[in-house]
Nanobody, 124 residues
Framework: QVQLVESGGGLVQAGGSLRLSCAASGRTFTSQNMGWFRQAPGKEREFVAAILWNGRSIIGADSVKGRFTISRDNAKNTVYLQMNRLKPEDTAVYYC?????????????????WGLGTQVTVSS
């Protein structure tokens, strides 16, 4: 069983930055793909970014490319989402997820474990 705990969310002005962290329990972190999703009120959950077990990263929507980066520290069992030049439309609950290799990492179905989420609010 893997437990994921997100942190780093908060209120920030447009143009600012936040770094989200997701700490994973257990001994399987280095073998798993890690993803970030977000869900805004009234909208479906959206893929943001993923980093595979081998370190390869995937950034999701065009709206975040060039602004968001994902990284992982296997020694700390932690994955990060660095978010720069934030916009009000980035406001959402951000979820961390862990899954086993072999599935489409841009799909929520590829992930077996989820954190409870952290709120990010960007004011204009």
């Amino acid at each position: 069983q893997v437990q994921l705990v997100e942190s780093g969310g908060g209120l920030v002005q447009a143009g600012g930055s936040l770094r989200l962290s997701c700490a994973a329990s257990g001994r399987t972190f280095t073998s798993q793909n890690m993803g970030w999703f977000r869900q805004a009120p009234g909208k479906e959950r959206e893929f943001v970014a993923a980093i595979l077990w081998n370190g390869r990263s995937i950034i999701g929507a065009d709206s975040v490319k060039g602004r968001f980066t994902i990284s992982r520290d296997n020694a700390k069992n932690t994955v990060y989402l660095q978010m720069n030049r934030l916009k009000p439309e980035d406001t959402a609950v951000y979820y961390c997820a862990a899954g086993w290799p072999g599935s489409d990492t841009t799909s929520s179905r590829a992930y077996d474990y989820w954190g409870l989420g952290t709120q990010v609010t960007v004011s204009s």
